[in-house]
């Protein structure tokens, strides 16, 4: 029997998993990693500040799901063939612990992301991976195109290369995570594959002008955010940086709001409640009491809420506070405007920044169109998709990179199955 030949396009997190895991689940199968660019594992590199967010300490589907904006009732499916046991599992046995932080976040204990690359590229080499860079595909043909393949018989596939060069292969798995254009689609037209057109998923907000900004590297451990006149709203750690604010939360919204805020072109109002534990009607309740029992101290000095110090003296000024205040000073007016800011404080929001390398995006390959069981197109046998490519997007915390390896992991199990020994 002819050796089966499977080519995976896309060196990231999701082709790497499925090209190591095809090879090491079928020795005969021979498995070729196709890069575009000179670097490997790219966003593996820079994720979570170099560490490397593998994935999210969580063991219960129903509650995984929920961190998908896109795509959950696809990978709910599929995180029943490979969930986070299982990668803590796989790389665990392969020398790579792994160590859960407060928020749930998992990293390899050494706190290096390199610790994951080289393992994964200790796998590739181990079961022989055929690893090509700076191979840019230009466009995939498959045997009904005898005008362009009168000998593809041989092979189901033929990838050609911008240099004029090709490949044939029995299986192809498009794992090259996803555009930022819709035009950077164009060359998988042939797949048939409805493509949901890309935006934005993972990104800050920016405030060019605002005051808030002279704040930079302030943060607080708990925010509510809304994006106002909508129903989007998030909660958790929120970050003011020299651009605007940044940090899970606002993370977390702009993944929820991807297309709304793109349709808005990124301008809109962003109300922050800096203390969550409190309604703008709790606080009015709570305010009786804090003026009789803070009367006489400087409201400057007497900060009930644990706030960053120059993030409450900002909201002080704002309300028009004198330094030398005290609570029992403080005016109708100045009490009004201090509730309000520190329950529903506007910001105007004037653009986005997404960071290149760790860049998310919302759309991609519909997933309808795709067998979640194997992650194979209905409409072509023997072309599979893993990773990003799919419109499928998870918030900030390991969950892409999670469904990165199950999508990679379910590919990989199918293809070594269908090649036979």
């Known amino acids: 029997m002819k050796q089966k030949h499977l080519v995976v396009i896309g060196g990231g997190a999701a082709g790497f998993f499925t090209a190591v895991n095809a090879a090491r689940m079928n020795r005969a199968l021979k498995v070729t990693l196709l890069e575009k660019s000179g670097k490997l594992l790219s966003k593996v590199s820079v994720s979570g500040g170099g560490r490397c967010n593998v994935t999210h300490h969580c063991f219960e589907i129903a509650e995984m799901i929920k961190n998908y904006p896109r795509g959950a009732r696809f990978v709910k499916k599929a ?34 992301s390199e610790t994951i690359i080289e393992c994964l590229m200790k796998e590739a080499s181990h079961y ?58 164009n060359w998988l037209q042939f797949t048939g594959h409805h493509i949901e057109p890309p935006v934005p998923s993972l990104f800050t907000f920016n405030m060019p002008g605002n005051s808030i900004t002279g704040l930079m590297g302030v943060s607080v451990e708990k925010a509510i955010v809304k994006v106002a006149e909508t129903k989007l709203i998030a909660e958790g750690p929120l970050l003011i940086t020299h651009w605007g604010m940044s940090g899970p939360c606002i993370l977390r919204l702009s993944a929820w709001g991807a297309k709304e805020l793109a349709a808005k072109q990124y301008h809109f109002t962003l109300l922050v409640n800096w203390v969550p534990g409190y309604s703008e009607q709790q606080l009015r309740g709570e305010w009786v ?82 067998e979640v069981n194997t992650m194979q197109s209905k409409k072509h046998p023997g072309l599979f998709f893993a990773g990003e490519m799919m419109n499928v997007d998870g918030i900030t915390g390991g969950f892409n990179f999670q469904h990165a390896w199950t999508s990679g992991w379910i590919a990989a199990k199918a293809v070594a199955q269908m090649a036979g020994i």
């Open 79 to 112: 995180f029943h063939h490979f969930f986070t046991t299982d990668t803590i599992k796989w790389f665990e046995e392969r020398g790579v612990a792994l160590k859960a932080e407060k928020d749930g976040r998992m990293f390899p204990v050494t706190n290096r």
């Open 289 to 370: 009491v804090w003026r009789q029992q803070y009367g006489a101290n400087k409201i400057y000095l007497r900060n009930p809420f644990a706030l960053p110090a120059r993030l409450w003296h900002y909201l002080l000024q704002q309300s028009n506070v004198a330094e030398t205040q005290r609570w029992s000073e403080l005016l109708t007016k100045q009490q009004n405007t201090l509730i309000q800011l520190l329950t529903a404080a506007p910001f105007e929001v004037k653009g986005k920044t997404t960071f290149k390398e760790e860049f998310v995006t919302c759309g991609g390959i519909d997933v309808s169109a795709i």
């Open 128 to 185: 022989g991976v055929d690893i090509r860079m700076n191979v840019a595909v230009k466009e995939i043909s498959m045997p009904d195109d005898e005008q362009r393949m009168p000998d593809a018989g041989q092979k189901r596939f033929r990838i050609y290369f911008s240099d004029t060069g090709f490949l044939e292969a029995d299986f192809v798995c498009l794992a090259c995570g996803g555009y930022p254009k819709a035009s950077q689609y």
